[in-house]
């Protein structure tokens, strides 16, 4: 089995004053593509952002690669491979595509693979290669969405964390930002997805996780979790 790149234990975080995550234990191991999911005010969001250092925890732990990052600035783990695509995308709108991505690779100084990984991401995304001297303020949702997932990828992460990618989006750019989150899994990047489009999500999932209301309710093989009675009639629709 491989080994477990990140685990969460009894992770509890108040956000507003209210106790957002009651209690957290879930894990992703090396090679792995794990779905969150949950309805909209679960705690999904918290616990992206209490993961990657922007929420401070109330109790518990985070251990990234066999050592705790409890307490460490989204600045030092990005620079130990883990980086995120957050909800709302938060790309830098008075800066061009090209801008964009050198951002995200901030904390390298390797320019010669810095221009060849820039270059891998316009062959993901030709539609930012077409664009790559634009505003990036000026780009469609879905575009922007992509920007946010190359810049990214510039930091070359062990462990990409994504929250929300398919939020706002037409069917068509859905459709796109999944095959490209199948892409990068492919490509060797662990991925933690944490999405409000279960299906879509468990779809491309190697194991899944179900929070509700600041707990994991549920969790298993993504397969399974799909043809769960239970998972359907909440999640799906059915």
Do not use: C
Request: a neutral charge.
């Amino acid at each position: 089995m491989s080994e477990t790149l990140l685990k969460v234990t009894g992770l509890k975080v108040a956000y507003g004053g209210i106790q957002a995550v009651k209690g957290v234990d879930f894990e992703v191991r090396e090679g792995e593509l794990v779905s969150l999911i949950g309805s909209n005010g679960a705690g999904k969001t918290t616990t992206m952002k209490a993961i990657t250092g922007l929420l401070a925890l109330n109790d518990g732990d985070i251990q990234y690669m066999g050592r705790s990052i409890r307490g460490q600035g989204p600045w030092n783990l990005v620079k130990q491979g883990l980086a995120m695509v957050p909800e709302g995308r938060g790309i830098f709108t008075r800066m061009s595509i090209t801008e964009n991505l050198q951002m995200g690779a901030h904390i390298r100084s390797d320019k010669p693979a810095i221009a060849e990984d820039m270059e891998k991401i316009f062959g993901i995304f030709p539609r930012l290669k077409e664009r790559k001297d634009q505003l990036a303020g000026t780009l469609s949702g879905g575009e922007q969405q992509m920007l946010a997932m190359g810049r990214a990828l510039m930091s070359r992460p062990k462990v990409l964390l994504m929250d929300e990618p398919s939020m706002g989006l037409s069917p068509i750019m859905v459709d796109k930002i999944f095959e490209v989150v199948r892409e990068v899994h492919a490509r060797g990047v662990t991925v933690l997805l944490v999405e409000q489009n279960a299906s879509r999500a468990l779809e491309i999932a190697d194991r899944g996780y179900v929070m509700e209301s600041g707990l994991i309710t549920m969790n298993g093989e993504a397969k399974a979790m799909l043809n769960d009675p239970k998972v359907r009639a909440a999640y799906l629709g059915e």
